[in-house]
């Protein structure tokens, strides 16, 4: 039997880097929608887009502040305040239903 391993969170909380490691680890193929979405629609992106969970949030956003300076192998494309910001609005903490057959990884964990 195959497994499937999504790794889900808010912006800067370690999930890119965490799936790199599980992928190698693994021997695992990973897929990532930051990569196809900028593959995909990244040449027709605007220069300037208007768009508290596992980690604190200004821990997250010093995480992307410094992912976005060093550009390394977590880096797809630059994360601005304003995306940041909405995609706070759009995350969603799992219900219990759904965190019943998981492994929930911490921020300590996915970072060391």
Known sequence: ??????????VGAGKSTY???LAADR???????DEWMQTLFGDDR??????AWAMARDLRWQRTLQRN???????TFEVTPAMFEAMEN????P???ELCSTTVISGETANG
């Not at 605007?46 to 768009?51: Q, T």
């Open 1 to 10: 039997m195959q497994t499937a391993y999504l790794v889900y969170g808010p």
């Open 19 to 21: 799936a790199r490691t």
């Open 27 to 33: 021997n695992a193929i990973r897929f990532a929608i």
């Open 46 to 51: 605007p220069a300037a887009m208007d768009l």
């Open 69 to 75: 300076q060093d550009k390394g192998e977590t880096y």
């Open 90 to 93: 759009y995350f969603e903490r």
């Open 95 to 97: 219900g219990a239903q």
